[in-house]
């Protein structure tokens, strides 16, 4: 069983939808992650929530925006995606450390898939 | 910048065949590295770690050795089974100061057949 719990593990939504994924964990982890990860391809890092403070934006567009309310809860709120944000949507969370948990490995939960129509 | 280069696979084992999944990396630096195992529909979960030179990681009958001098992390398990079947990882974390992302390889696809 994973420690970090995501819901909904599948969803479908239209181009126009407002929809959220959520993310729990209680490992007293301090630093928390999602990323995107398309068919066939390794996890792509989008953002990175360090102390319920976004630390890392790599680029990702406004159409997803995160939000960390308390220190074990990430949500990723999702508006006017497009088919090609269609994919597994991963959520991790790892020890802060040192530098954002510098080399602590981090533990991921099943994902939400998520389609796009 | 970081780089991890693992082959992409499919490979294909009898079950109680002897794996081997090799994984290299370039990196600065003392970096943390890692194999992660992705089971159908499912998330990433970590298989085993090494932090420093020579270290072994092992779980669940699996073992890689920080290679520094050949900046390698070669994935190793003396007897598959068909549960083993699933998308293997290697990944890397530097050590430096600040933020350091995880470098993730393409990943190898394991196919056990009975």
């Known amino acids: 069983d994973t420690e970090v719990t995501q819901t909904p593990k599948h969803l479908v939504m239209g181009m126009t939808n407002k929809k959220s994924l959520k993310c729990e964990q209680h490992?007293?982890?301090?630093?928390m992650y999602w990323y995107k990860q398309k068919a066939k391809k390794p996890p792509e890092l989008m953002f990175v929530?360090?102390?319920?403070?976004?630390?890392i934006n790599e680029s990702v567009p406004s159409r997803f925006s995160p939000e960390c309310p308390n220190s074990s809860l990430l949500n990723l709120h999702l508006h006017a995606l497009q088919p090609e944000d269609s994919a597994l949507y991963l959520c991790?969370?790892?020890?802060?450390?040192?530098?954002?948990?510098?080399?602590?490995?981090?533990?991921f939960g099943d994902g939400t898939r998520l389609s796009i129509l | 910048g970081n780089s991890v280069t693992q082959m992409e696979g499919p490979v294909t084992l009898s079950e109680e065949a002897f794996l081997t999944i090799n994984c290299t990396y370039t990196?600065?630096?003392?970096?943390?590295l890692f194999w992660y195992v992705q089971y159908p529909g499912e998330g990433l979960q970590l298989l085993l770690k090494?932090?420093?030179?020579?270290d072994k990681g092992s779980n669940k009958g699996f073992e890689a050795t920080y290679r520094k001098e050949t900046t390698s992390f070669h994935l190793e398990k003396g007897s598959v089974q068909v549960s083993d079947s699933a998308v293997y990882f290697c990944a890397l974390r530097g050590s430096s100061g600040g933020y350091q992302k995880v470098t993730f390889g393409i990943g190898t696809k394991l196919q056990v057949i009975p």
């Open positions: 929530y360090s102390y319920e403070k976004l630390s």
């Open positions: 990196a600065t630096g003392y970096p943390s």
């Open positions: 490992m007293g982890h301090r630093a």
């Open positions: 090494a932090t420093k030179a020579d």
């Open positions: 991790a969370s790892s020890d802060a450390g040192t530098g954002v948990g510098s080399n602590q490995p981090q533990h």
